[in-house]
């Protein structure tokens, strides 16, 4: 039998905080959210959050609502992806509102450029971060004993970054991979 989730105000919260302290985007917020729902709270395992991310980088949207709205609905149903989209989005809301106000009159300040020269380093250092995390966890857990994973992953990336394809197509075809393998590896799950 499953055990209930956690309620809804709870989730809210947690991406409230999440929401609130990461700067970045969503690749930035990855980090946080992992080490929220996974570590802190244990409400998905590492290889439940590493197919989270997967889902929603296969469909259209910002990566942290989707992410959100995933986790929120495999923890409270509609009520938690609700609460997690809220949470995720309501700071960065309010923030752009009150920023929006502001940095166009104040964008050229000097303080204000010497801020952002710092700001953009750090948030390319916490993108990369999640990148080598789950990477180095999505390898070291599906591909032992074979290579297939890691065909893909160095597949994926040279598609992407060497010829510019598009990536909802190599989803796709990754997704074509993986069921190609499993048929002719006699039906495993790459593990």
Request: charged share 10%.
């Amino acid at each position: 039998m499953k055990r209930p989730g956690p309620p809804p105000g709870k989730i809210f919260l947690a991406f409230l905080k999440i929401g609130a302290f990461t700067f970045g985007g969503g690749y930035a917020m990855l980090p946080l959210i992992r080490e929220t729902v996974v570590e802190r709270e244990k409400w998905v395992s590492d290889e439940g959050f590493l197919d989270i991310i997967s889902l929603t980088q296969s469909v259209p949207g910002a990566l942290a609502v989707n992410t959100a709205v995933f986790i929120g609905r495999q923890l409270a149903g509609v009520p938690g992806a609700l609460a997690a989209t809220a949470g995720a989005v309501l700071p960065s809301f309010l923030i752009i509102l009150a920023v929006a106000a502001f940095f166009i009159r104040f964008s050229q300040h000097p303080l204000i450029i010497k801020v952002f020269m710092g700001i953009r380093p750090a948030v390319v250092g916490l993108i990369a971060y999640a990148v080598i995390l789950l990477g180095k966890k999505v390898i070291r857990a599906r591909a032992r004993g074979n290579g297939f994973t890691v065909a893909v992953a160095s597949g994926a990336f040279t598609l992407v970054y060497w010829f510019g394809l598009n990536p909802f197509l190599v989803i796709i075809a990754a997704a074509g991979a993986g069921l190609l393998y499993s048929f002719f590896s006699g039906g495993g799950d790459g593990q």
